[in-house]
């Protein structure tokens, strides 16, 4: 029985809890990516630059508050400084949208001119969070940084294992169960909400019930700004800042959306769990699992892994892949909000 | 083929420039830019035959470099006996099993009916298929990475000129462009620049990571080069007379023998290193018009036509009887095939296989900015792309710096500010890359030398 409980806890330790909190991650990007693919229908490289974005302003502004003694006790700063950070990625949502992606939508070009244009603002918004914070690595967390300690849980249940439980996994968790109840309820309860998802389920039907197109589109640009610079932040929080990781984001960030259904905002929020969890799953080491719950007669002798970590985002492409083979409209279909 | 008035200008642009850059900051630079120039104008060839012709986009750029730089490894270095003797076998006995797995499948596939059954047994086969040849590969690997791990420690390759990789790397981007077409090439666009993007990305951690066949991350380092070698030229004789020759008027003023020795010898060195970049650019260069000339027939002919057809309006093509997902898949690979030749020769003129560093900011971003730039659908007009962008990339630099200083004069030279923004002068090229992008898809969306439209 014991041995049992140990297995769960090497489960919830090194899959279960880290892999919630970075499929909360994905989700919330693969819901910006979803957003802007179901109203202005192209895809968005430029996605994981505004996520970067939007966390470098937190990080700004963290530092600018911590100089001033201005905290939150227990809880880190940053949180304190993301609303500002989402403030300023919504103004960067929205003159990118004026200057450049505006007239491309009055010219009704194809989405893959769209795309490429997406590509020429991910370089310029690349270039500016360079000249502005570098490249170096930023880790910007502070308060108290674990909820549970490994150390702690063993004294406390008497187990072999110990369970970690980082209040940065914690805060992802809340807030994203707060921010996607509140965009579903504004989705489905809402009057702008509904007038969006007319406009993603038909464009020309919209504008002729009366819908403000520029309207929908502004409402999108504010939605996606304040998820990705959520995102952004939390991944920063939960891991480190590293500008050039972000764009490395952007690729499992497109798989979960296009998993889930590209379009479709559920499907995008499942597609990012599945993401994490396949990387993670895929790429453990399932040893210590198996030595607690197997008789120690056939215990492994291996690793028991089934692809080393090296291939972490290799198989989240895969899975892209895959899914685009055998059901190319993704789990749940997509292309309407 | 005939060039109009200002195909001309644009062709005096390119070769201005490196005279310029020749005489301001040498001719040593100018040649290297030179001929990163002519590699990025053969990549961004590939990419404009399978999107300016056909429009089949190919976001894989990064994936079949990488192909062609294996290539370059895998024909170059000298074989590692150890290494196949300790490894050799195994790997042998898990390609042998790998075959009979996949003909297993395919046999199944095709005697077993029931869809459920078929099902089932496919899995389970190829589940204990893989655990089986998982065991063998992995003791191989293992074996042949523990071979003298510090220069070793992979299986090497045949030991024959590096020149012949060139087509050899066309050969292995083919093939897998060949299967991501297969896979992939019947999505929508957008999908489709996802997907080969991904793929790419995949293609480039395989190489990374194992190790008993391109040396992953610990890299493969000297490589041998088509061209000779600089130490070689400075004790050739015929060097040296080719230097003193064509220096006689200078070393004649020049009356003191040690001095006039001194002088010599430093333009024997600077000569040598001169000599070698410009073999390497003649050598690029053949290949380019190579390309350039077949892309161009490729073009005009009926082929082409068909592909511009197809391009234009599918369902038409389609009606018309052409065979649109086979043509696709033909440009696909023929485009990744030129990209593929690119990454060999990319590595050869490097001397060095570092798989770490395909990122695909630097090698499919920067491409596709080239291709959109210079004019899609126009072979001048790509050339003219990947030269005016590697050029930009290169001089981005330098101008940025001259124009902070130029901005920050009234400034001392410890102000914080001033300092800062000198130190992250390397991270403007993006920002010039971006407006450039940006400008040239608002105002000129058809590129510099756009396509010429033919009625005929």
Redesign the interface.
């Known amino acids: 029985m014991i041995d049992f409980l140990n297995s769960i806890i090497v489960l919830l330790n090194f899959i279960i809890i880290p892999g919630i909190s970075y499929g909360s991650q994905l989700a919330l990007g693969a819901l910006g990516v979803t957003f802007v693919y179901a109203i202005l229908r192209?895809?968005n490289f430029a996605h994981g630059e505004i996520m970067s974005f939007g966390a470098m302003i937190t990080i700004l502004f963290t530092w600018f508050f911590q100089s001033q003694n201005i905290g939150l006790g227990i809880l880190p700063t940053a949180l304190l400084a993301l609303p500002v950070g989402i403030i300023a990625t919504i103004i960067l949502c929205i003159i990118s949208d004026k200057f450049?992606f505006q007239?491309y939508r009055y010219q009704k070009s194809v989405?893959?001119?769209l795309?490429?244009?997406s590509?020429?603002?991910?370089?310029?918004?690349?270039?500016?969070i360079?000249?502005i914070i570098?490249?170096e690595t930023i880790k910007f967390s502070d308060g108290q940084k674990f909820i549970i300690k490994a150390k702690q849980f063993k004294v406390m249940t008497g187990l072999n294992e110990g369970l970690a439980l980082k209040s940065s996994q914690v805060i992802t968790i809340l807030i994203t169960i707060l921010l996607l109840t509140f965009t579903f309820w504004f989705l489905q309860k809402t009057k702008t909400g509904k007038s969006m998802r007319a406009f993603s389920d038909n464009e020309d039907l919209a504008l002729l019930s009366g819908i403000n197109p520029d309207r929908v589109v502004f409402t999108t640009w504010v939605i996606v700004g304040v998820l990705a610079c959520v995102a952004g932040t939390l991944y920063g929080l939960d891991k480190s800042y590293k500008p050039i990781i972000y764009?490395n984001l952007v690729?499992p960030i497109?798989?979960s959306a296009?998993v889930g259904g590209i379009g479709s905002p559920f499907g995008a929020v499942i597609g990012g769990y599945v993401i994490a969890f396949s990387e993670i799953m895929v790429t453990y080491a399932y040893k210590k699992f198996f030595v607690y719950i197997l008789p120690s007669s056939i215990e492994p002798t291996g690793l028991v892994q089934l692809l080393?970590t090296?291939?972490k985002?290799?198989v989240?492409?895969?899975i892209?892949?895959i899914v685009?083979?055998i059901r190319?409209s993704g789990i749940f279909k997509g292309r309407v909000l | 083929m005939k060039f109009e008035r200002y195909e001309w200008v644009a062709i005096t642009i390119m070769i201005s420039l490196f005279i310029f850059v020749g005489f301001i900051q040498g001719w040593s630079v100018s040649l290297v830019i030179l001929n990163m120039c002519i590699i990025s104008a053969i990549m961004t060839m590939g990419v404009n035959i399978s999107w300016g012709y056909a429009g089949v986009?190919n976001f894989g750029v990064m994936g079949f470099l990488a192909m062609g730089g294996l290539a370059a490894v895998l024909v170059s270095y000298p074989p590692i006996v150890e290494s196949w003797q300790a490894g050799g076998s195994g790997l042998g006995i898990s390609f042998a099993l790998l075959v009979v797995l996949v003909i297993a499948v395919m046999y199944i596939n095709k005697t077993v009916i029931q869809k459920r059954n078929r099902y089932i047994l496919n899995s389970l086969i190829i589940f204990f298929g893989i655990l089986i040849i998982r065991h063998f590969y992995l003791n191989a690997t293992h074996n042949i990475e523990d071979v003298n791990p510090a220069i070793a420690g992979f299986l090497g390759g045949l030991g024959l000129p590096i020149i012949f990789s060139w087509i050899i790397g066309g050969l292995f981007a083919a093939g897998v462009a060949f299967v991501i077409g297969k896979?992939?090439l019947g999505?929508r666009?957008?999908?489709l620049?996802?997907?080969t993007?991904?793929?790419s990305?995949?293609v480039v951690?395989?190489l990374?990571?194992e190790e008993w066949l391109s040396r992953g991350v610990k890299n493969v380092i000297g490589l041998k080069r088509p061209v000779p070698y600089e130490i070689d030229l400075q004790n050739a004789d015929w060097f040296i007379n080719l230097v003193t020759y064509l220096n006689s008027s200078k070393l004649n003023n020049i009356v003191d023998i040690s001095d006039r020795q001194q002088v010599l010898n430093n333009l024997i060195i600077d000569g040598s290193g001169i000599f070698v970049k410009l073999s390497y650019a003649i050598l690029f260069l053949i290949v380019m018009l190579i390309i350039f000339y077949f892309a161009n027939k490729a073009q005009l002919s009926p082929w082409g036509r068909m592909m511009r057809a197809i391009r234009d309006n599918e369902t038409a093509a389609n009606a018309m009887g052409k065979d649109v997902v086979k043509q696709h898949l033909i440009i696909f690979v023929i485009g990744a095939a030129i990209v593929g030749v690119a990454g060999a020769m990319l590595v050869t003129l490097d001397g060095l296989f570092t798989p770490s560093g395909y990122r695909?900011?630097r090698f499919t971003?920067i491409i596709?900015?080239m291709v959109?730039v210079g004019g899609s659908g126009n072979n001048l007009g790509a050339i003219f792309g990947g030269f005016i962008i590697w050029f930009s990339w290169i001089e981005a630099a330098p101008l940025t710096t001259f124009i902070i200083n130029q901005l920050t004069v009234g400034l001392e030279p410890t102000n914080a500010l001033k300092l800062h923004?000198l130190?992250?002068v390397p991270?403007?090229?993006?920002?010039f890359?971006?407006?450039i992008?940006?400008l040239i898809?608002?105002y000129r969306?058809k590129g510099i030398i756009p396509e010429k439209v033919r009625h005929s």
Do not use: C, Q
Request: charged residues 10%; neutral net charge.
């Open positions: 192209f895809a450049v007239y989405p893959v001119v795309a490429m244009v590509i020429g603002v991910m370089f310029v918004i690349n270039a500016i360079r000249i570098g490249t764009l690729l497109f798989a296009i080393s090296d291939y985002f290799a989240s492409f895969s892209l892949v685009l083979l190319p | 986009i896979v992939a999505l666009s957008d999908y620049a996802i997907v993007l991904g793929i990305e995949i951690s395989v990374k990571h695909p900011l971003f596709w900015i959109i923004l130190d992250s991270y403007f090229r993006y920002l890359m971006g407006l992008l940006l898809l608002r969306p």
